[in-house]
């Protein structure tokens, strides 16, 4: 990285997770589900490459920072494998809502989700403090 620390990029997506996830209440408000999935999926991205990024991992695509959060924070325990499950889910629902053609997510999928992503995101911001 050039005139950017590893540090103040992780911090720079960490910021931009917790954007995103504000995002959403708006999306829920508007009955906007496949948004809301959209952007759940989006701020838990950013917030796991923040993680990578500040561990000094780097991945050049969407499963490769997948695979990457799970072979050096799911599998070593730590972090739970049921983030690894909400992340997984969200992954795979943003894009199906984004690429499937007359599809769409409801309330009760997106009510589901929401609390899984914040407490993704939670559990990554303290790993960020360690």
Known sequence: MSEFSYKDYANYRIERAKETIAEIEKHIENKFW????????????????????????????HSGIRLQFGKNFIKTGLIDKT????????????????????????????????????????????????
């Open 34 to 61: 496949n948004t809301a999935i959209n952007r759940m999926y989006y701020a838990c991205f950013y917030a796991v490459s923040a993680l990578l990024i500040k561990n000094g991992i780097s991945a050049s695509s």
């Open 83 to 130: 983030q690894a499950k909400t992340y997984s889910d969200l992954f795979e629902k943003r894009h199906k809502g984004d690429y499937n053609d007359f599809f769409d997510y409801d309330e009760e999928t997106v009510n589901r989700l929401y609390p899984k992503a914040i407490a993704l995101i939670e559990v990554i911001k303290q790993a960020l403090c360690n």
